[in-house]
């Protein structure tokens, strides 16, 4: 839901963009013009919005999903601190929680993503006015082949105008990231400071599917602590790992069985 909702928002404010690039289009007559063809500020804010909002929704869908995760892990006799018991108990009532690290994830994504969109979209159209200046083409010409350059962006509407087939490449683009700002939503719930002690280990989860690429394949079950340079990176291990990504990370308590098995594992290894 929140990706087709996004990629509506964005297809509303790319066709708002391509409009008002069209009528700048226009009065590009001469080479340097088309160089310097760019959106304006109030285009790229508008295109900025939506993919910000559906940024910060997805980061807290994937906080909530992570609270309620955590709440159901076994406890057992395992002995944490009083702040991960005290935040335990209060999880469902916190609601999400978004700290200034989020909030720059949002802001940076958001601006790199309408960058990067935007881009693609002028590239495009100054592909088509330079073959215009070239080949001294009629308006009526140029407008035909904007149109068709640009088309794959512009969505298909219903009779009162609403959204009802957002293009395919803006609807990639919001499902992925997304899924990544629910990941990172997920993330920031399991390494919750106040939760320390608790969740002592993360495992990679796949949907083992014919869908799933053979590397996602071959991380399924990985188990590694938090703090593991696997999540870090370089290459960063952390889900979701490219476009259409539908792996997670699963929390494992300290009072798990696995856990302690684990734990018991490194332990003896120390010590050898």
């Known amino acids: 839901r929140l990706a087709?909702?996004?990629g509506a928002n964005m297809a509303d404010a790319v066709a708002g963009l391509i409009t008002d690039l069209t009528r700048r289009a226009a009065n590009a007559t001469t080479a340097p013009l088309v160089r310097g063809l760019d959106a304006s500020a109030v285009r790229r804010n508008v295109l900025k919005r939506p993919v910000e909002q559906a940024l910060r929704n997805g980061y807290l869908v994937g906080q909530r999903q992570a609270a309620r995760e955590v709440q159901q892990l076994p406890?057992?006799?395992v002995t944490f601190s009083e702040q991960a018991e005290t935040t335990l108990m209060a999880m469902q009532q916190?609601?999400?929680?978004?700290?200034a690290r989020a909030q720059s994830f949002f802001t940076n994504k958001a601006f790199w993503i309408t960058g990067n969109l935007v881009d693609d979209v002028l590239k495009r159209a100054q592909v088509v006015l330079f073959n215009a200046l070239k080949q001294d083409k009629t308006p009526g010409q140029v407008g035909y082949e904007l149109d068709q350059a640009l088309a794959e962006y512009l969505p298909e509407r219903d009779a009162i105008g609403r959204v009802v087939n957002?293009?395919?490449?803006l609807e990639t683009i919001a499902r992925t990231n997304i899924a990544e700002a629910v990941n990172e939503g997920r993330w920031a719930t399991f390494t919750d400071p106040d939760l320390e002690g608790f969740v002592t280990f993360?495992?990679?989860s796949a949907v083992l599917d014919s869908r799933t690429r053979e590397t996602h394949r071959a991380w399924d079950g990985v188990t590694l602590p938090p703090n593991h340079p696997a999540w870090f990176g370089p290459p960063d291990e952390r889900p979701p790992n490219g476009f259409g990504c539908r792996c997670v990370l699963i929390p494992i308590s300290a009072a798990d069985a696995e856990a302690q098995e684990i734990l018991l594992c490194i332990q003896t290894q120390t010590t050898i």
């Open 4 to 6: 087709a909702e996004a």
């Open 94 to 99: 916190r609601g999400g929680l978004v700290g």
């Open 75 to 77: 406890r057992g006799q």
């Open 202 to 204: 993360l495992r990679y």
């Open 166 to 169: 957002v293009p395919a490449r």
